[in-house]
């Protein structure tokens, strides 16, 4: 994924110019692209916030509002709780094939969208229209089968165990470096929010196996402090 790692370039206005489409659109690409670098690089991928998995009616699942960062550093914003049912397969825009798990589970993903909205009339031609916005929207999958493996990101325990378990601080932190992974392919361009075990008393959501989640500056400040003073206790001992 080092593919966008090239030389930054930006529109430079001079007085007299004349602008065009492309021209904004280069703006606007200048400033997507750093800001996807921002998060990708000095944050990661994951979920952010919120996008628990729980049960739903009628053997469905919900997912709650929340925000995450896809493998390619675009944020990915669900803003109100969203039902499916986890038994119908979907194709790669979301939408249901109608095609059934061969597997007794399955995983669900969340994925980057755009969709062109508020469209206007084109000046001169009666029946065209353009968009005049595009909204940054989301996409979920559910894909056959669990990821090959689960990533190295931190659960509640694991956390716990960083924070207060034996060895040193290093090999404490060690446990928090995460491996790529993503929808069953470390190139894939979605977030896992859950893994579903199809039985028939209803589906069984695990919502941690394969979950990668990105923790606050704030949480990771607490980790650091806490390893300093146990660092520092065990050198006064």
């Not at 199809?198 to 959501?205: K, N, Q, S």
Request: net charge negative; with cysteine; charged share 25%.
């Amino acid at each position: 994924m080092n593919d966008d790692l090239n030389a930054p370039e930006r529109t430079r206005y001079f007085f007299g110019q004349v602008l065009g489409v492309e021209d904004f659109q280069a703006e606007q690409d200048y400033f997507l692209a750093k800001h996807r670098r921002h998060d990708r690089f000095l944050h990661g991928w994951g979920v952010v916030s919120g996008l628990g998995v729980g049960g739903g009616t009628g053997g469905a699942v919900t997912v709650e509002p929340g925000l995450a960062i896809d493998p390619w550093g675009r944020e990915i914003v669900v803003p109100e709780p969203r039902q499916l049912d986890p038994s119908l397969l979907t194709d790669d825009a979301g939408h249901p094939t109608g095609a059934k798990p061969e597997q007794g589970s399955v995983t669900l993903c969340l994925a980057y969208a755009e969709q062109p909205t508020h469209p206007i009339p084109v000046p001169g031609e009666s029946e065209e229209s353009e968009f005049a916005r595009t909204t940054e929207t989301y996409r979920l999958l559910v894909e056959d089968g669990v990821p090959k493996r689960p990533p190295r990101s931190l659960s509640k325990e694991q956390r716990d165990a960083v924070l207060f378990g034996p060895g040193s601080p290093a090999e404490r932190l060690a446990m928090s470096a995460p491996e790529a992974s993503g929808c069953g392919d470390p190139d894939a361009d979605c977030v896992v929010l859950a893994t579903v075990a199809l039985r028939g008393d209803g589906p069984t959501v695990d919502p941690w196996t394969y979950r990668r989640q990105l923790y606050s500056v704030s949480v990771l400040q607490e980790l650091l402090f806490r390893l300093a003073r146990r660092v520092s206790r065990l050198e006064d001992a």
